[in-house]
C-alpha cells in the first residue's frame, strides 16, 4: 500500500520560528511527484511547492522543499502570522495526501 | 484570473444522488486533466476521481468505483461529478481541481472553493 505519514501531526510554534515538517513514502518514490499544499481554516488547499523543492508562483521563499526517497521536508524558515495552517503532503502519481501537519501559534 | 465554482451540493438521504458541476473561467478547460478531490468534516483530503482533457480516460478512489461518475463538457468548460448510492461516510467538502505541470513537475495548481456534501437522514 502507497502511503505517506506525515509528522508531527501538530507543530506549536511562535511567530519568527522555524518550522519543519516531515513527509514519509512508504516506498521510494521520485522527487517529480511529491507536493506540498497549504490549508487555511475554512479554504481549499493552495500548492506550495511542486516536485519536492519548487515554489509554485507567488510563494514566498522562507518556504523550501527537500528530500528524495522517502523522506521529504518542508521547512518554514520564519514563521509569518499567515502561516499557520495545516499542510499536506502528495505523491501525484498514487494520488495519496499525507494525514497533514498542523502549525498552530504557540 | 482563473476561477473554479462547484456547486450542486447539499443534503441527501443515504442511498441518494446528487450531481456535482464546477464551472471553470480564466483558463483553457480542455487543456488539462481536471480532479475532484473530498475532505469530510474535520480530515484529511482525499482524491476522489479525474478525467482526462477529452473525456476518454479516467480513474476513481476504490471507495467510489461503481457509484460515482466523473465527466466533462469543454464546451461549457464545465466538469461534473455524478454521485449515486450515497453513503454517510460520502460527506465532505468536495473540491475541483486542475491538474497541471509546475515547474516541472504534476500539482494541482488551482482548486475551487468547495461545495458540502451532508448524506443523512
Known amino acids: 500500500e502507497s502511503v505517506l505519514t506525515q509528522s508531527p501531526g501538530t507543530l506549536s510554534l511562535s511567530p519568527g520560528e522555524r518550522a519543519t515538517l516531515s513527509c514519509r513514502a512508504s516506498?521510494?518514490?521520485?522527487?517529480?511527484?511529491l507536493g506540498w499544499y497549504q490549508q487555511k481554516a475554512g479554504q481549499a488547499p493552495r500548492l506550495l511547492i511542486s516536485?519536492?523543492?519548487t515554489r509554485a508562483t507567488g510563494i514566498p521563499d522562507r518556504f523550501s522543499g527537500s528530500g528524495s526517497g522517502t523522506d521529504f521536508t518542508l521547512t518554514i524558515s520564519r514563521l509569518e502570522p499567515e502561516d499557520f495552517a495545516v499542510y499536506y503532503c502528495?505523491?501525484?502519481?498514487?494520488?495519496?495526501f499525507g494525514q497533514g501537519t498542523k502549525v498552530e501559534i504557540k | 484570473e482563473v476561477q473554479l465554482v462547484e456547486s450542486g451540493g447539499g443534503l441527501v438521504q443515504p442511498g441518494g444522488s446528487l450531481r456535482l458541476s464546477c464551472a471553470g473561467s480564466?483558463?483553457?478547460?480542455?487543456?488539462?486533466?481536471m480532479s475532484w478531490v473530498r475532505q469530510a468534516p474535520g480530515k484529511g483530503l482525499e482524491w476522489v476521481a479525474n478525467?482526462?482533457?477529452?473525456?476518454?480516460?479516467?480513474h476513481y478512489v476504490a471507495s467510489v468505483k461503481g457509484r460515482f461518475t466523473i465527466s466533462r463538457d469543454n464546451a461549457k468548460n464545465s466538469l461534473y461529478l455524478q454521485m449515486n448510492g450515497l453513503r454517510a461516510e460520502d460527506t465532505a467538502v468536495y473540491y475541483c481541481?486542475?491538474?497541471?505541470?509546475?515547474?516541472?513537475?504534476?500539482?494541482?495548481?488551482?482548486w475551487g472553493q468547495g461545495i458540502l456534501v451532508t448524506v443523512s437522514s
Open positions: 502528495l505523491h501525484f502519481i498514487w494520488k495519496t
Open positions: 480564466g483558463l483553457i478547460f480542455n487543456y488539462n486533466w
Open positions: 516536485g519536492a523543492s
Open positions: 516506498q521510494s518514490v521520485s522527487s517529480t511527484y
Open positions: 478525467i482526462k482533457q477529452d473525456g476518454s480516460d479516467n
Open positions: 481541481a486542475r491538474e497541471a505541470t509546475v515547474g516541472g513537475s504534476p500539482a494541482f495548481d488551482y
